[in-house]
């Protein structure tokens, strides 16, 4: 109990010194819209400046859910991959998620199954993408047969 306290005091303190910038609000904004040309230009316009920001990984993740919605699958990938080579970690564990829908999309279901079960492995305690995982490789198992 305490830990989580601790946990939430943290994250809390980091959401109020890196809270998000107009142009990632912008880009966000326009995404909940479906503009997401709109939206994708604003997001890599932001990363292209602010390469090392708190919010790039967000911007990737975020970059990555536009392709998947424009059924870009390999621009899904690539975009929600980046993820992981950002500074704050907090957001590779629904990159992972979204790294798996990817595969998924592109029938490459024995890729997908080694992400879900490295989100299980690397994330335990994340409960709603283990429950996720735990769902797809159900899908996958049943479509592997």
Known sequence: MKKNIIIILIFSIISLIAKAPPEYTKAYELFNKKEYKASEK???DFIEENPEHFYAANCYYWLGMINLKQKDYLGALFDFEQVMTCSNEWKYSDAMIGVGSSYM????YEEAKN??????????????????SNKQLKIIAKKIK
């Not at 992400?115 to 996720?132: A, C, G, Q």
């Open 42 to 44: 604003i997001f890599r």
């Open 105 to 108: 999309k592109l029938k490459k």
């Open 115 to 132: 992400t879900y079960e490295r989100i299980k492995k690397l994330y335990p305690k994340d409960t709603k993408n283990v429950n996720e």
